[in-house]
């Protein structure tokens, strides 16, 4: 790393025509060549302006941007600047221009009038830097969020930018995902030397880099290494961050008298719980079992899925196995969570407990299937939600939609009314056309307030003025206006910043058992899952792998490493104690992982 | 419910006729579709029908979404030829009813027609079925390619074709997306009048358009950021080259069009007393 600087930003501020705040006050920080900068903040803190300003998206009303010397502000040599800082934005989907892979790379290179079998060795190199040669001919429609992304990534290089800088580019990716896409910038950087800026709020993602700076409210409030900007945790949680999640650890384990150093990686972590434990001569030792805690329930709503199969565009040469021989039974009551990757099928699956998809047999045109030389007929899957038998063609599958409500993937995109109040009591209507004024307006209010948020503030607002957070709340409040005994809800903290995320969950708990008895939701975030669900299954391949309560999915961390998937931190650190003979058996939330590793210092159990 | 992962007729195999330049491959099919109305005989339709079989047969496309596509157009077909059926004249009055009228010209000259737009529609659903969009759209933007000489707006409009092409499969995702949502609300696409149904549309368009106009402009900042700056000095990395396929489908076509055309010149002397039945007047 050489100390020569390649951006510089000196007294930047910026506002958006007809926004009361600036969007960036007074920024002043640079960039050295080679170096890896993160930059977090909660959503709205001014993050995603700094990046648009560094190429020149953005044209800064006050002070000055400099790259390499140029300065940026100028606005004449946008296209130079833009040759040595490319962005990676936030949508996988948005950024590609062609449907083939090579073709989109070829992109840049073109705009910039590189020479053909020039472009053909860039397009090799960038392909090969994101680990994608093979993809060359493909087309972006049927690749991974984290193969879009990494396309991306490749279509910046291709330009040989000498910064790269991600704006929330692993934001809308699924853990593997995002996995991919950082160990290419982290590659990058530290083969290639290329200097990155990574913007993003997830903690963990800053963690890596060799300088963070914190924004909030348009300002740098903190700056140096990941470390120190994690020692001010307090701090921290005043600019909306959420501290990463290890530290919900260490807290209490200090109050139980443990002497912890401030760390961020659970294996570091479970390094100082052992020198701890092995001070007060304690080598071995296992706490009380976990035993889940029986709940009585009524039965009345039970979710039933035996033998679901499902396959896209059948009969057509491009037909995908979705389902194959899904059995799963949840309970009346609970939280239920449903794992596994983008593309296992967890969709699919859902979108057959409110009759989105149908059953073949409740389908129009529905043919028993004869049985064929030596094999049986194949078994019909059946598909049961309390009274509701989803296999019968007469079933009333608008009242099963009313008792089943369905939160999908980024509900703010189904928003459309001219005013909140309409597009909550939307499905209100739809359901029951005989309601009366006063009887609609006592929902879409209770709703409304549920959610938490204002009823005569936000009745008469168009949902599109209102922040993504308010988006999403009114979205939800959109769906279990009509008291749904079952509410499914698809990735409910997607794209959310950590803070968004908590609060979602705590609505959730608030409606559980309260507004809707059962709630099911769909996740890859395994702490998520963790921390809320009592049961999970988890759906790999179109096939239901294990189904149990979460924490005992989460003791087979080997099995899920093998499928790619990720286990939650507790059980991360638990799997290292046990290397070293302490067990410590907990129901994966922080809270109860934390209470019994501080039981076994205090000598219970030992 | 629309479709969820393809579109078009595109049919992934990797055959001779896949290969073949799109750019020939639409020129091929121009020529076909002037052929089959110079033809003017009979013998000339065969040779027509000839390439199209060797083409539908080294395509290696199922003959049924071949014919699928003709089914699409049958009903116009039929109306015409009835049409023409009773309205053609000719010297050979072969059926009389009233003022309606059939003669042997009018018989000919129908089947011949008939044949004429079979030939056609099969003919353009092998292009479909063997060339993705994306290759006719490069094709087509190379032939458009002299016109940029005269200030046409070749390059952009290829971008703009490129983009739609690249975006129709996230749309329609979208739009299934959406009318998942909504219907999880209770909407209801498909009882109702027209006008239920076209009010029923609202909660889905709306926020289709919003999306739409969303990725466009997230999509307009990455353009930017990779330094696009419209055609100027821009360099462009496909390039179609002919192969030894091409020329090979090339002089099949030749030889269809020296066939039509000795036909056309000679067909009366193939054997004379036939010729009054395959002439088309």
């Not at chain 1, 701090?235 to 443990?258: D, F, H, Q, V």
């Not at chain 1, 299954?537 to 080997?558: H, M, P, Q």
Request: aromatic share 10%; with cysteine; proline share 4%.
């Amino acid at each position: 790393m050489t100390e020569e600087p390649i951006i510089e930003c000196c007294n930047v501020g910026f506002s958006y025509p007809e926004a009361e705040t600036k969007a960036l006050n007074n920024v002043t920080f640079s960039v050295k060549r080679g170096e890896f900068l993160s930059v977090i903040g909660h959503n709205g803190s001014g993050k995603s302006t700094l990046a648009r300003i560094l190429n020149g998206l953005l044209e800064v009303d006050e002070g000055e941007v400099r790259v390499l010397g140029m300065k940026v502000s100028e606005g004449k040599n946008a296209i130079e600047v833009r040759k040595h800082v490319g962005i990676v934005f936030q949508n996988p989907d948005n950024q590609m221009v062609a449907s083939i892979v090579e073709d989109d790379v070829a992109f840049g290179p073109e705009n910039i009038g590189v020479e053909r079998e020039e472009i053909g060795r860039r397009i090799d190199w960038a392909l090969a830097a994101v680990g994608m040669e093979k993809f060359r001919k493909s087309t972006p429609a049927r690749l991974s969020g984290g193969q879009k992304q990494r396309i991306a990534v490749a279509g910046v290089l291709a330009i040989k930018p000498d910064v790269l800088v991600l704006d929330e580019s692993t934001a809308m990716l699924d853990p593997r995902g995002r996995r991919e896409v950082i160990e290419v910038v982290r590659r990058l950087n530290k083969e290639e030397g290329m200097t990155v800026i990574l913007i993003t709020h997830f903690m963990e993602e800053a963690l890596l880099a060799d300088r963070t700076l914190v924004m909030n409210r348009g300002e740098i409030v903190l700056e140096g290494s990941p470390e120190s900007v994690f020692e001010n945790g307090e701090t921290l949680e005043t600019y909306n961050l959420a501290l990463p999640r290890i530290s919900s650890i260490i807290a209490p384990l200090r109050k139980a008298g443990m002497n912890i150093e401030n760390v961020l990686r659970p294996e570091e972590l479970a390094a100082q719980i052992i020198e701890n434990l092995n001070e007060k001569g304690i080598y071995s030792a296992q706490s009380s079992p976990f035993v889940p805690a029986v709940r009585e329930c009524a039965h009345e709503w039970d979710v039933d899925v035996e033998n679901l199969s499902y396959t896209y565009s059948k009969k057509s040469p491009f037909a995908s196995k979705a389902l194959s021989g899904v059995s799963l039974h949840i309970d009346d009551g609970e939280f239920f969570g449903i794992i596994g990757h983008t593309g296992s099928g967890k969709s699919t699956l859902i979108q057959h407990f409110n009759a989105l998809l149908k059953l073949p047999q409740a389908q129009k045109h529905f043919k028993k299937p004869k049985a064929k030389k030596g094999k049986p007929a194949p078994v019909l899957p059946s598909l049961t939600i309390g009274k509701f038998d989803l296999s019968d063609k007469k079933c009333d599958f608008k009242a099963l939609r009313a008792n089943v409500g369905m939160v999908l993937q980024y509900p703010e995109y189904q928003l459309f009314a001219e005013t909140v109040f309409a597009d909550v009591a939307f499905g209100l209507k739809n359901f029951n056309p005989k309601l009366s004024e006063a009887e609609v307006e006592q929902a879409v209010k209770n709703s409304i307030e549920i959610v938490g948020l204002d009823y005569e503030d936000i009745k008469d607002k168009s949902p599109f003025d209102l922040s993504g957070g308010q988006k999403r709340r009114v979205a939800i409040a959109g769906v279990i206006v009509t008291k749904p005994h079952i509410l499914i809800l698809d990735e409910p903290a997607a794209g959310l910043d950590p803070k968004g995320k908590r609060e979602i969950m705590e609505l959730l708990h608030k409606l559980h058992g309260e507004w809707c008895n059962t709630i099911i939701i769909v996740s890859h975030d395994m702490d998520e899952v963790a921390e809320n669900c009592t049961r999970s299954c988890i759906i790999s391949e179109g096939k239901v792998f294990a189904c149990d309560y979460t924490a005992n999915l989460f003791k087979r961390a080997d099995e899920l490493f093998s499928l790619g998937l990720d286990v939650p931190l507790t059980a991360k650190i638990a799997m290292e104690l046990g290397r070293k003979g302490i067990i410590v058996e907990s129901d994966c939330t922080t809270a109860d992982f934390a209470a019994r590793v501080a039981g076994i210092y205090g000598g219970e159990n030992a | 419910m629309l479709n969820d992962v393809t579109f078009g007729q595109y049919y992934p195999v990797g055959s001779f006729v896949h290969r073949l330049d799109p750019r020939f491959k639409i020129l091929a099919l121009i020529a076909f579709i002037v052929l089959l109305f110079v033809a003017d005989n009979f013998y000339s339709m065969a040779a027509c029908f000839l390439l199209l079989l060797f083409a539908i047969a080294f395509s290696r496309v199922p003959v049924t979404s071949v014919i699928r596509s003709v089914k699409a157009i049958i009903v116009i077909i039929i109306f015409t030829a009835v049409i023409n059926l009773f309205f053609h004249t000719g010297s050979h009055l072969l059926w009389q009813y009233g003022v309606v009228k059939i003669y042997r010209e009018g018989v000919i000259f129908t089947v011949f027609f008939v044949l004429r737009l079979f030939f056609l529609v099969m003919a353009s659903s092998v292009l479909t079925l063997t060339t993705t969009p994306v290759a006719l759209t490069d094709g087509i933007e190379s032939l458009l390619k002299p016109l940029s000489y005269i200030k046409f707006p070749v390059h952009e409009l290829a971008l703009i074709m490129s983009i739609a092409l690249r975006f129709i499969p996230t749309l329609i995702d979208e739009t299934n997306r959406i009318i998942a949502a909504q219907k999880a609300r209770g909407a209801d696409f498909e009882s109702g009048n027209i006008f239920k149904k076209i009010k029923a549309v609202i909660p889905v368009l709306i926020p289709l358009i919003t999306s739409a106009f969303r990725r466009a402009d997230e999509l307009g900042d990455a353009m930017d950021a990779r330094c696009y700056s419209g055609s100027k000095n821009r360099t462009k990395y496909k390039k179609l080259a002919f192969g030894w396929r091409d020329l090979v489908a090339f002089l099949s076509v030749a030889a269809l069009i020296a066939g039509v055309v000795l036909f056309n010149i000679y067909a009366y002397r193939v054997y004379p007393p036939f010729y009054e039945y395959i002439k088309v007047y």
